[in-house]
C-alpha cells in the first residue's frame, strides 16, 4: 500500500494557504511524469488575475453585468440586492486560482458603510462579454475547530 | 491493427516460429494467451495473491477457453498492471462502500479478475493520448482493433472493464462511427466505475452558456478545484479530490478535448448509443454537499441542502444511465469556507460519519469519489460476480448440474428435482425417472446436447429422460433447459407418437431447432423390439415458455425390403440393397427368383403371434409361430414375397397382351430383417417354402422349410449404430 499519512498530516495543517503561494501548475499533481503528454492549455491563466479584480470592482456600479449566464435564471432582477448600498469590493489579485475550465477563484472582500465587511471566494468564469461571477462562499474568519471522532 | 491484418491472425498464428512478433502466445507463466499481435493491449502480469493468501492462477473454464476481459482506465490512460501499482485498476483493495476498509488490503481488481476461471484480463493502456478525445487514433481506434484482435484470437466476445471516462473510449470502440457497423457482436457487457454517459461533470465547468442541469454542482466543482489549487505546490494523494480532480480538469479542459467530454457537445452527440445487445453494469460514486453559504453575495438563489457531485468528475446520474445494474458508495459532506481577504480560499468537507478528516479533505480518500471506486471490496465482489457469471453463463450445464435437474412430471410421477440422475421418492416397483445419460454414460453424446434454442446467445441444455411406470412402461421425454439448469419445457415422446412406448437413438440442435430421432412401436411388434423410426423437430416457443414439436415423420424396413426385392428380381444390386444384406442372402434371393419361382410382390409382418394377417400358407410353411425359439435372431420383421411360377416372365408387366397367367400355387419366400438402427435394417435371412432349394447354397438348420441364408445372429437384444 502507498504511504499516504506523511501526505495526509501535512494536509490538515496546510488547508489554509496564503495567497502567495497562487503560482502553481497542475504539473505537480502525484509527480507524474505523464504530464508531458498533456496538451497545452489555452485557458484563462495567473495573468488574468488583474482583469478579474477589476471587473470584481466595477461590479457595485452594474452588478447584473457580472451574472454569469449559467446562474441568470436562478438571480433574475435581483443582481442589486446583492451588495449593500455604497459597497466597494477589493479583490486580492494573489488568490486568483485558474481552475482550467474557463475559470477560477479569487478572494474579495466586500465592505460597505453600516455593514460588516464580509470575505468572499468568489468563483469567477469568462465569458466572452468579459468574466462573471458564478457564486460565492463567504469565508469565516477562522477555521472551525475540529470535531471529536 | 487494420482489419486486413486481424483476419491474418490466424495463420501468422501458425506461423508463430517464424512471425513470432505478430502471433499470440500462450504465456508461460500464466495459461492465458498474451496479445502480443493485438496492438494496445497486453495480458496483466500474476503480482497478487488471492484474498486467503494463496496463488493465483490463470486458467481456463472447464470449455477450455478464455474469456478476454479488457481493462480501459479513465483519461491518465494508465492501465498497466505492474508492481508500482500506478495502473488504475491495480490498487489493493482498501475501502468499502461502507467506510470500514477491509482488515488488510486485498488483491486488486485485477488481481480479483485472474483469479476466475476462464477470465483473461488485458489492460488498454493509452496514456500516450491522455486527455485526449477518443477518437484520438490511440484512443477510441486502437482499443476498436484491439477488441477485433483479442475477440478472433480468442474466439470470445469480450468483457470491458471502463474507469471515468475510459467508458467514452469503449463507448466509441463497441457502438462504432457507422450505425449499423457496431461491434455488439464482440462485445457482450460493458462494466464502468464512474464512466459517464453523457458527459464529464467536470466538462460541464467549460459550458459557459446555460446549463441543462442545475448550476450548483458546477459551481461547487469550481470551488474545490479553485481550493486545491489555493494549496499549490502540495503534492497530493493522486486518488484524492485534490490530487485527481484538477489534472483531469486541466486534461480536458484544454484545447484538443476542450467541450467534447460536455454534456451535448457535438463531439458527444456524435458517439453512436452502445449496440442494443451490449449489457451495462455501473458503480458511481455519489457525493453529496450541503453547502449553506453558496450564494451569489448577499443572495441565496441556490438549492443548498444536498448538492450532489457525484463522484467529483462525474454526475451519479450520467454515470448510471442505461445501466443494467448499478451499485453506489455514497458521502455526505458539510461544507465551510474560511479565511482572510490575504489568503486563497480554505474549505473544509466535514463528514458527520469521518469529523477528523473535515480539515484533510483534499488530500485523503473516499469510497465516494472517481478515482477511489476501483478500490472498494464491495464494488470488486460485485464485479466478480458479474464476470463468473457471465462466464459461467457461456458454458453449458456440467455433470453434476445435469444430474440435479429439475424434471417435469412424466409417466405417471410427480416433478421433481433429480439426486444423481434419478428422481427420488419413487418406490422401487414403481418404475423410474431417470437421466438417459445417466442410466447409460457410453450414450452421454446422444442424449445431452448444447445448443441455443431461445436464440439469447447462450448454450441452452437438452437431455434425455428416461420413464417407466409400475408396469415397466413408459415413454421418453426430452427437456430443455437454459444455462441456469431452469426448466424451459419438455416433449413426452408418447404425445407425439400416440404410441406407449418411445426410444430415443440421437437429439441434436442447430440454429435454435431441436431435433430428435427415435424409435416407436407399432401393434404388430414384439414386446422387445419397436421397429418404427420417427424424427420431429422442436423449438422453443417464447410465447407460451414451453417446447413444440414439429411434423412427424416415420419410417420402417418397407423401403430396404423393396430394395433387396428388387435386386433379387432384377439381379441389379443397388447400393443400398448391398449394404443391407451379405451378398449370399442376396445372391440366394436373384437365384430364387431365377429357379424357385418369380418373385410377384412383398409384404412384410411382424412376428406372427402379434401379427395376425399372415397368409395362412405362409403360417403354413414357416410355422404357427414365426420366428422360432430357438435362441437365434430370425429379424424384427418378416417380408413374405410372394413367388409366381417358375420360368415365367420377369414382371407381369411384360406378358404379352391378352396373356392369362396359370394359376400359380399360393407360396412365400421370408425375408428376416433386423432392426439395427434409426432407418437402418439389415436382412438376416431368407428362407424359401419348405422342401425347396436353390443353388445358391444354404445353411438348412431345419428351422420350418427350405433353403435358409444368411447367419441369424444369436440372440439378443436391439442393435444401435
Not at chain 2, 448454450?459 to 424451459?488: E, F, M, R, S, W
Request: proline share 8%; charged share 15%.
Amino acid at each position: 500500500m502507498r504511504a499516504r499519512s506523511s501526505q495526509f498530516a501535512a494536509l490538515a495543517v496546510a488547508v489554509v494557504v496564503l495567497g502567495g503561494g497562487a503560482a502553481f501548475g497542475w504539473h505537480h499533481w502525484h509527480g507524474s511524469d505523464d504530464k508531458a503528454a498533456l496538451p497545452a492549455t489555452t485557458q484563462p491563466t495567473p495573468g488574468d488575475a488583474h482583469a478579474v479584480a477589476a471587473a470584481l470592482a466595477r461590479m457595485p456600479g452594474k452588478p447584473q453585468d457580472l451574472i454569469a449566464t449559467d446562474v441568470r435564471s436562478a438571480i433574475g432582477t435581483q443582481a442589486k440586492q446583492a451588495l449593500p448600498g455604497g459597497a466597494t469590493i477589493s479583490a486580492n489579485e494573489a488568490t486568483w486560482h485558474p481552475d482550467g475550465l474557463g475559470g477560477g477563484t479569487i478572494t474579495a472582500t466586500v465592505s460597505a458603510p453600516g455593514s460588516p465587511t464580509t470575505v468572499y471566494t468568489v468563483m469567477m468564469i469568462k465569458e466572452p462579454t468579459g468574466w462573471k461571477v458564478v457564486g460565492t462562499v463567504p469565508m469565516a474568519p477562522s477555521a472551525p475547530k475540529v470535531a471529536k471522532p | 491493427m487494420n482489419r486486413h491484418l486481424r483476419l491474418g491472425l490466424g495463420a501468422l498464428t501458425v506461423l508463430s516460429l517464424t512471425l513470432p512478433t505478430t502471433a499470440l502466445a500462450r504465456a508461460a507463466s500464466t495459461g492465458a494467451p498474451n496479445a502480443a499481435a493485438c496492438g494496445s493491449i497486453e495480458l496483466a502480469p500474476i503480482i497478487d495473491h488471492a484474498d486467503d493468501g494463496s496463488k493465483i492462477t490463470s486458467r481456463p473454464d472447464r470449455r477450455g477457453v478464455y474469456v478476454p476481459i479488457i481493462m480501459v482506465p479513465d483519461w491518465t490512460g494508465r492501465a498497466t498492471h505492474d508492481a508500482t501499482r500506478t495502473g488504475e485498476f491495480s490498487v489493493p483493495l482498501d475501502m468499502s462502500t461502507t467506510g470500514t476498509p477491509p482488515a488488510t488490503p486485498r488483491a486488486s481488481l485485477i488481481g480479483q479478475l485472474q483469479n476466475i476461471p476462464g477470465a483473461a484480463v488485458y489492460t488498454f493502456d493509452y496514456r500516450a493520448s491522455a486527455g485526449k478525445w477518443v477518437d484520438d487514433p490511440g484512443i477510441g481506434p486502437a482499443l476498436g482493433d484491439a477488441i477485433d484482435c483479442v475477440t478472433a484470437a480468442l474466439g470470445q466476445k469480450a468483457i470491458l472493464i471502463t474507469h471515468g471516462l475510459g467508458g467514452t473510449a469503449a463507448r466509441y470502440a463497441v457502438a462504432g462511427q457507422v450505425a449499423g457497423h457496431d461491434r455488439g457482436n464482440e462485445v457482450t457487457t460493458v462494466i464502468g466505475f464512474g464512466s459517464p454517459q453523457n458527459g464529464s461533470q467536470l466538462a460541464d465547468l467549460t459550458n459557459t452558456g446555460v446549463g441543462t442541469t442545475a448550476s450548483e454542482p458546477r459551481i461547487l466543482s469550481r470551488l474545490l478545484i479553485g481550493a486545491c489549487a489555493g494549496l499549490a505546490p502540495a503534492r497530493f494523494d493522486p486518488y484524492s479530490p485534490c490530487g485527481s480532480i484538477p489534472p483531469e480538469a486541466a486534461a480536458i479542459g484544454v484545447s484538443g478535448a476542450a467541450g467534447s467530454y460536455r454534456a451535448g457537445s457535438a463531439a458527444l452527440t456524435g458517439l453512436l448509443p452502445y449496440p442494443p445487445n451490449v449489457a451495462l453494469d455501473s458503480f458511481a460514486g455519489d457525493v453529496a454537499v450541503k453547502a449553506p453559504n453558496l450564494g451569489w453575495f448577499n443572495l441565496r438563489p441556490f438549492r443548498t441542502d444536498q448538492v450532489s457531485l457525484g463522484d467529483l468528475a462525474a454526475s451519479t446520474a450520467a454515470v448510471t444511465l442505461g445501466a443494467r445494474s448499478q451499485l453506489r458508495s455514497t458521502c455526505s459532506f458539510t461544507l465551510n469556507a474560511f479565511g482572510t481577504g490575504e489568503q486563497s480560499v480554505g474549505l473544509r468537507l466535514d463528514d458527520a460519519t469521518a469529523p477528523q478528516l473535515g480539515p484533510a479533505w483534499a488530500g485523503t480518500v473516499r469510497q465516494c469519489y472517481g478515482a477511489d471506486l476501483t478500490r472498494i471490496s464491495e464494488f470488486a465482489d460485485s464485479l466478480t460476480a458479474l464476470i463468473t457469471k457471465e462466464i459461467r453463463d457461456r458454458q453449458p450445464l456440467d455433470t453434476s448440474e445435469l444430474e440435479s435437474l429439475p424434471v417435469p412430471s412424466l409417466c405417471g410421477h410427480p416433478a421433481g428435482n433429480l439426486v444423481g440422475g434419478y428422481l427420488p421418492g419413487i418406490p422401487p416397483d414403481q418404475g423410474e425417472v431417470a437421466l438417459a445419460s445417466t442410466v447409460d454414460p457410453s450414450r452421454f453424446k446422444d442424449y445431452t446436447v448444447f445448443g441455443d434454442l431461445t436464440n439469447d446467445g447462450v448454450p441452452d441444455t437438452v437431455v434425455v429422460l428416461k420413464c417407466t411406470n409400475a408396469n415397466g412402461q413408459g415413454a421418453d421425454a426430452i427437456a430443455a433447459y437454459d444455462n441456469g439448469a431452469t426448466l424451459l419445457g419438455s416433449v413426452s415422446l408418447d404425445a407425439v407418437t400416440d404410441r406407449p412406448r418411445d426410444e430415443v437413438y440421437q437429439v441434436s440442435v442447430s440454429k435454435e431447432t431441436g431435433r430428435i430421432d427415435w424409435r416407436t412401436t407399432r401393434d404388430t411388434d414384439s414386446p422387445c423390439c419397436p421397429t418404427v423410426d420417427a424424427t420431429a423437430t422442436f423449438t422453443y416457443d417464447p410465447s407460451t415458455g414451453g417446447l413444440k414439436a414439429g411434423k412427424l415423420t416415420s419410417f420402417n424396413e418397407t423401403e430396404i425390403a423393396a430394395a433387396l426385392f428388387d435386386a433379387g428380381r432384377t439381379g441389379k444390386v443397388s447400393k443400398k440393397a448391398a449394404g443391407m444384406a451379405p451378398p449370399e442372402i442376396i445372391n440366394a434371393m436373384i437365384a430364387a427368383n431365377r429357379d424357385n419361382g418369380i418373385f410377384r410382390s412383398l409384404a412384410c409382418y411382424g412376428p406372427s403371434p402379434q401379427d395376425a394377417s399372415w397368409p395362412a400358407v405362409a403360417k403354413a410353411d414357416f410355422g404357427d409361430s414365426w420366428p422360432p425359439s430357438d435362441g437365434t435372431r430370425h429379424g424384427d420383421r418378416f417380408c413374405l414375397i410372394k413367388l409366381g411360377a417358375t420360368g415365367a416372365g420377369p414382371t407381369y408387366a411384360q406378358d404379352p397382351a391378352g396373356f392369362t397367367a396359370p394359376p400359380e400355387p399360393e407360396r412365400y419366400a421370408l425375408l428376416g430383417l433386423e432392426h439395427v438402427g434409426f432407418r437402418n435394417w439389415m436382412a438376416v435371412e431368407f428362407r424359401l417354402p419348405g422342401g425347396e432349394d436353390t443353388t445358391g447354397g444354404g445353411n438348412d438348420n431345419g428351422g420350418g422349410g427350405g433353403g435358409i441364408f444368411g447367419t441369424p445372429r444369436p440372440g439378443g437384444g436391439p442393435l444401435f449404430p
